[in-house]
C-alpha cells in the first residue's frame, strides 16, 4: 500500500480520501497564488486536476511562482506544472492547457466536469465571466483576490466577498458582480493596503500595471483556496464522521 498520502489520511480519514481522489478540479491562473495552490491540491491527494495558463515562464517569476526556475524559463506554465504534479502523484489525471480564458472560446475550457474551480485570473473581465459561467452552470468556485503589492501574509483570509473591505480588486469584482445578480463568492483576500511599487515594470497589452509580489504572500493565499477547495469537497464526509463519533 503507498503512503504517499498517509499522513494526511490519518487527520481526515479514508473515506475524505477517496473522495479527494474521484474529485476534479481545475485551477485558472498558474502565477504566484494558482501555482501553488496546484501543487497543494496535488499533495492532498485530488485525483483529476485541470491547469489553465496561456503564459510561459519568464525569469520574473521565479521569486515566486512554483513552475519557475532557471530550468523552465520559456516553457509553459500548464505544461511545467503538468509534469511537477505527476511526479508528485503518478496515478493523478492531469489536463494542461496553454491557453488563455477569454468569453469568447469559454466552452474549450467546460469540456470534462469540474468538481471545484479555482479562479486565480488577473484580468477582470475574465475572472468576472469565469464566476458567472461558473454559478450559471452550478460548479463550486472560489477566487483570489489582491494579492499584489502586499506583505503581511497573516491579514489574508478566506471570507465571502460581501464581507471583503480594504482591497481595491475586491471592491470592483463585488460591484460588477452584483450587476450580474451574483451577491455571494467565497474569496481569499487581504485587507492590506496595497504598497506603491518603487519600480515598474512594463505592463503587456490589456493590463495598466504590474504589482509587486512576495512569495510569503502569494503562497499562503494558494494554501488558503487549497484549504477551502479540500474542506468544502470532504465536508459532508467530515459531518457525518462526527455524528458518528
Same mark, same amino acid.
Given at each position: *500500500?503507498?503512503?504517499? $498520502?498517509?499522513?494526511?489520511?490519518?487527520?481526515?480519514?479514508?473515506?475524505? *480520501?477517496?473522495?479527494? %481522489?474521484?474529485?476534479?478540479?481545475?485551477?485558472?491562473?498558474?502565477?504566484?497564488?494558482?501555482?501553488?495552490?496546484?501543487?497543494?491540491?496535488?499533495?492532498?491527494?485530488?485525483?483529476?486536476?485541470? /491547469?489553465?495558463?496561456?503564459?510561459?515562464?519568464?525569469?520574473?517569476?521565479?521569486?515566486?511562482?512554483?513552475?519557475?526556475?532557471?530550468? =523552465?524559463?520559456? #516553457?509553459?506554465?500548464?505544461?511545467? *506544472?503538468?509534469? +511537477? /504534479?505527476?511526479?508528485?502523484?503518478?496515478?493523478?489525471?492531469?489536463?494542461?492547457?496553454?491557453?488563455?480564458?477569454?468569453?469568447?472560446?469559454?466552452?474549450?475550457? $467546460?469540456?470534462?466536469?469540474?468538481?471545484?474551480?479555482?479562479?486565480?485570473?488577473?484580468?477582470?473581465? !475574465?475572472?468576472?465571466?469565469?464566476?458567472?459561467?461558473?454559478? %450559471?452552470? &452550478?460548479?463550486?468556485?472560489? %477566487?483570489?483576490?489582491?494579492? &499584489?503589492?502586499?506583505? +503581511?501574509?497573516?491579514?489574508? #483570509?478566506?471570507?465571502?466577498? %460581501?464581507?471583503?473591505?480594504? !482591497?481595491?480588486?475586491?471592491?470592483?469584482?463585488?460591484k460588477e458582480l452584483r450587476k450580474r445578480g451574483i451577491l455571494h463568492l467565497p474569496v481569499v483576500y487581504s485587507g492590506e493596503s496595497p504598497l506603491k511599487p518603487e519600480c515598474e515594470e512594463t505592463p503587456p497589452p490589456g493590463r495598466r500595471s504590474i504589482p509587486g509580489s512576495l512569495v510569503w504572500v502569494t503562497a499562503t493565499a494558494g494554501m488558503l483556496? !487549497? =484549504?477551502?477547495?479540500?474542506?468544502?469537497?470532504?465536508?459532508? /464526509? *467530515?459531518?457525518?464522521?462526527?455524528?458518528?463519533?
Amino acid at each position: *500500500m503507498s503512503e504517499r $498520502f498517509i499522513r494526511a489520511e490519518m487527520l481526515r480519514g479514508k473515506p475524505a *480520501m477517496e473522495k479527494l %481522489s474521484s474529485s476534479s478540479v481545475a485551477v485558472f491562473g498558474l502565477g504566484g497564488v494558482g501555482s501553488w495552490c496546484a501543487e497543494a491540491l496535488s499533495r492532498c491527494g485530488v485525483g483529476e486536476i485541470t /491547469l489553465i495558463d496561456h503564459d510561459i515562464v519568464s525569469e520574473s517569476n521565479i521569486n515566486r511562482q512554483l513552475c519557475a526556475v532557471s530550468s =523552465s524559463i520559456g #516553457k509553459a506554465k500548464a505544461e511545467v *506544472m503538468a509534469e +511537477r /504534479l505527476r511526479d508528485i502523484n503518478p496515478d493523478i489525471s492531469v489536463h494542461p492547457i496553454a491557453a488563455r480564458y477569454e468569453p469568447s472560446v469559454r466552452e474549450q475550457f $467546460f469540456c470534462r466536469r469540474y468538481d471545484y474551480i479555482v479562479d486565480c485570473i488577473d484580468l477582470v473581465s !475574465c475572472k468576472l465571466d469565469l464566476i458567472e459561467t461558473a454559478a %450559471s452552470r &452550478g460548479i463550486p468556485i472560489v %477566487s483570489a483576490l489582491g494579492a &499584489g503589492n502586499k506583505t +503581511r501574509a497573516e491579514d489574508l #483570509k478566506i471570507s465571502d466577498i %460581501s464581507k471583503t473591505e480594504g !482591497c481595491p480588486l475586491a471592491r470592483v469584482v463585488r460591484k460588477e458582480l452584483r450587476k450580474r445578480g451574483i451577491l455571494h463568492l467565497p474569496v481569499v483576500y487581504s485587507g492590506e493596503s496595497p504598497l506603491k511599487p518603487e519600480c515598474e515594470e512594463t505592463p503587456p497589452p490589456g493590463r495598466r500595471s504590474i504589482p509587486g509580489s512576495l512569495v510569503w504572500v502569494t503562497a499562503t493565499a494558494g494554501m488558503l483556496l !487549497c =484549504s477551502h477547495v479540500v474542506t468544502q469537497l470532504t465536508r459532508q /464526509l *467530515m459531518l457525518e464522521e462526527k455524528d458518528i463519533i
